[in-house]
């Protein structure tokens, strides 16, 4: 019989990310953000390929990308009010990790198994973060696979792109519950 850890399964069946906008400062700091880390580290990772780092953003860094994403969607032509909404969310964060997705060679991990552990190392630093009392939330948008912004901003590989800009800061103020899926709908039981 599996010892239940009924706290865990709560903070599971209860959790909500915080809208990015809603998160100020402070955020984390160094020693924090570091125990985050290791705590969404912990996935599934066929291989042991680790096909994901993580780039930390704060300070000076998050106006100097904001600056850069207006620059790039200008030039891509990007709406003008969706492009201020994104770049003012990067100028605004207290702090973000940009979770990269580093595909690595191999004959028997497809490079789809390492791309959903990219994606469960972002859901895994929002749950840290939410457990450990901050606000978080995972977006993504157009830099997370513009090779100007990744190249410019970021000094990302050829190969790597960001699987999700995680926002990390203190929350002012607790959103509504939204509707949930109905999983009962979703779920097929295959007995034979």
Request: proline share 11%.
């Amino acid at each position: 019989m599996p010892e239940p850890r009924p706290e865990v399964l709560d903070f599971l069946l209860t959790r909500r990310s915080r809208p990015a906008k809603t998160l100020a400062p402070p955020a984390p700091d160094r020693a924090e953000v570091a125990l985050l880390l290791t705590a969404a580290a912990r996935v599934p990772d066929h291989g042991k390929l680790e096909p994901w780092r993580f780039v930390v953003l704060s300070g000076g860094a998050l106006p100097r990308l904001a600056a850069l994403i207006r620059e790039l969607g200008a030039a891509r032509g990007e709406a003008p009010d969706a492009l201020e909404k994104l770049a003012g969310g990067f100028a605004r964060a207290p702090l973000i990790v940009a979770v990269v997705a580093v595909p690595k060679p191999s004959p028997t991990i497809p490079e789809i198994e390492q791309t959903l552990s990219a994606g469960a190392v972002c859901l895994g630093l929002v749950n840290a973060a939410l457990a450990a009392g901050w606000g978080a939330n995972w977006l993504s948008g157009w830099p997370a696979l513009d090779r100007g912004f990744l190249d410019r901003g970021l000094g990302l590989g050829p190969a790597e792109w960001v699987a999700g800009f995680v926002h990390i800061g203190t929350e002012t103020r607790v959103p509504p519950e939204r509707p949930r899926p109905d999983v009962s709908g979703l779920t097929d039981w295959v007995t034979a």
